[in-house]
């Protein structure tokens, strides 16, 4: 799940949106270019060509991408670390830090070696070591590396440059998860920091990859820094995703934080800054009129917004009443709320993997056909509905999910549902659906939220569908059927064996509805048009040079 700081406050109900965001833009792009409250570089630089000044999404409040999965410490984390595997463009696992691996003939032994020449920052070598601590933190965070952790017998260390991993049982998609790529991605640190409880933050950012952290340049909440790493040593393949040779042609990389949309375009338009991580919707039409800019699209698989479930207290601990209220739900009027109706920034898709994989297909008999109340209210009463209250937890500062959570409020009021809207700043949302108790007690029944695309792309970090109960994502589904079928995807020799048992899940997880899907958004980044070399579906400085 994204920060929450990524967006800001919509404007007041008198003002349109566009219209205030367009006025709001050339308001400020009239004041000098020198004026616009940039932080500046502590150090004057020789060459400012070699510098590429950056603007996140948002501040980069937490540092440590084995602590938390907001997608701006993940972004920060891909500068700094690098990965044993990566993910090319059709999202398969190629080699990374590995030289390559052998697979034992049972394949319950995986001997990894690392590339000759992996340094860390702080100068002393990678070893094998360095990886098994690294990995053992990312077990204990990640869902689907926890997945793996149970399947693990031991990790060993023959040689530094010799990873041995022994299972339990064969296990054919280990490249994929040690290549994955959000929401915790499994970064090599050193193993003294490695050692971290993944509960604990660590502070001191010593990776292995083309960028290394400048700490006594970090100003927090306004300036980020890093600085080439002269002794990383790129593979020799072409960069393709995360994969290939990750080559750093800037020696300088300064993050500024712009909180302000309309200031952040300012800056862009007037060459103040090179690149913007996000574009808000309502500004990318202006910037794509600047002859000197390219607006584009990174990730072709966007992100999923979702409305979820309560499963564990009534109305919706009743798989039946959940389902009823798949038939209101529209799509098409989520995204055009989150988006400012333009549809070059939205598709519906009616599948709980993102359309445009392998697996993001709709079921046959499509549940989102069409909306009908009239299904929705008897539906609703023979699920055994008798006017109980219904709460909703709805981030009002939070652009992108705020409009989903009023929708459904008026939606469940059409359908005769004794509805209650809860609005909260988003961090006092995330604090209220920890909440287990009954809603007389402070619980809650629906919220909304959304997932990178690429997050939940394949079925074992699908938090949206997995059935892990206390253990898994707030709502709390739990079933042992979908996990029984995520055990054996995991396990599956072939691809298509797995595209067969995702469908499986696809079709329980309709059947069940812990979450109801409501399609796919984009947001686009913008950069000028001197920027070339991007490949990577996230916002990453490697391979990326000034033309």
Known sequence: MKNGNRGRAPASKGVNRRQFLAASLAATAAVPAMSLPLARPALA??????TLKFVPHASLSIMDPGFSAAGVTTQHGFHIFDTLYGLDANLRPRPQMAEGHVESDDGRTWDITLREGLRFHDGEPVRAQDCIASLKRWMSRDVFAKDIAGMLDTMEAPEDRKLRIK?????????????RLSPFVPFIMPERLANTEATTQITEMIGSGPYRFVADEHVVGSRVVYSKFDQYVPRQEAPEGTT???VAHFDRIEWQIIPDAATAAAALQAGEVDWWDQVHPDLAPLLAGNSDIEVRR?????????LRFNSTIPPFDN???RRALIRMIDQTEYLSAITGGNPSQFQTCHAFFPCGTEYGTPLASDPLAEPDFDAVKRDLAEAGYRGEKVVIVNPSDFPTIAPL???TFELLKKAGVNVEMVSTDWGGALARVQNRE???KGGWNIYHSWWGGLAVSFPPVNTMIRGLGAKGWTGWYESADMEAMNSAWLLAESETDRIRIAAQMQELAFREMPSIPLGQFFIDTAHRKSITGLVAPRCVPWNVRRA
């Open 405 to 407: 959570g009023e929708i």
């Open 319 to 321: 798989p039946a009443m």
């Open 167 to 179: 299972l339990r049982q064969r296990l054919p998609i280990l490249p994929l998860a040690l290549g």
């Open 45 to 50: 630089q020789s060459d400012p060509s070699r």
């Open 438 to 440: 009954t809603v007389e």
């Open 244 to 246: 290939g040779g990750k």
């Open 298 to 306: 990174l990730d072709p698989y966007g992100y999923m917004p979702l």
